[in-house]
């Protein structure tokens, strides 16, 4: 039987503080929180493995060490309200939950979200509201956001979606490269009204559904 409790403080060790992840609350809230609650049973055994985990239907719960600096990077403050992208069955969204005041977990897959919600239930978890919808467009019923994190990678973030960061918002996203490329981890930042990004670091990150751009025409 899996030690879990082993496990993630071998994740915290291994993966997590060799790779800059030095956030006190945030490697607090990971080495507490059972990241093995938020995958389907025949995978748990690998919860804490340094890779992407699949929750079935083509989506992945991101590997520990590109989440944890994704969420580093998004600077999470207490009064913050934050936006999680493809929340899955809802582990980005309760790590979020420990750091800020606030969670609007958008799934559009009605199936990961009934899950990630009885999950975040069962674990007593509050703070995070449950939405399905369209990732693309976000959630702007709760907007703005001062962090939004997208969990997946995406040819490009929609304007939809930039629109509905709070001034001084950051958004955090693993940005897919060509065909065969590897993606890279942005950040971007609302100043001024105007969001701009910069690299952070690569990225193999398994792509989110609906985020292809839109069709140039050619003449």
């Known amino acids: 039987m899996t030690d879990f409790a082993l496990a993630r403080r071998n994740m915290v060790e291994g993966q997590l503080r060799p790779n800059r992840v030095t956030n006190a609350a945030l490697l607090a809230a990971v080495g507490e929180l059972p990241r093995e609650k938020f995958l389907p049973e025949a995978v748990r055994s690998v919860a804490y493995a340094d890779e992407d985990v699949?929750?079935?239907?083509?989506?992945?719960?991101?590997e520990p060490m590109v989440l944890a600096r994704l969420i580093q990077t998004l600077q999470p403050q207490p009064e913050d309200r934050a936006l999680v992208v493809g929340a899955g069955r809802g582990?980005?969204?309760?790590?979020?939950?420990?750091?800020?005041?606030?969670?609007?977990?958008?799934?559009?897959?009605?199936?990961?979200a009934a899950a990630g919600e009885q999950t975040t239930r069962d674990l007593g978890l509050t703070g995070i509201q449950w939405v399905t919808g369209k990732l693309e467009q976000g959630g702007?019923?709760?907007a703005p956001y001062?962090?939004?994190?997208?969990?997946?990678?995406?040819?490009?973030?929609?304007?939809?979606?930039?629109?509905q960061l709070a001034e001084g918002g950051r958004l955090a996203v693993t940005v897919s490269g060509t065909s065969g490329a590897m993606?890279?981890?942005?950040?971007?930042?609302?100043?001024?009204?105007?969001t701009s990004g910069r690299p952070l670091f690569e990225a193999g990150t398994p792509p989110l559904p609906g985020f292809a751009p839109p069709p140039r025409f050619t003449f």
């Open 183 to 194: 993606g890279v981890a942005q950040i971007f930042i609302k100043d001024g009204g105007v």
């Open 146 to 163: 001062d962090v939004i994190l997208i969990e997946g990678a995406v040819r490009q973030v929609p304007q939809a979606v930039f629109d």
């Open 91 to 112: 582990y980005g969204a309760a790590l979020l939950a420990r750091l800020v005041k606030a969670v609007t977990a958008l799934e559009s897959d009605p199936a990961l």
């Open 54 to 62: 699949p929750l079935g239907g083509g989506r992945y719960l991101m």
């Open 140 to 142: 702007p019923g709760s």
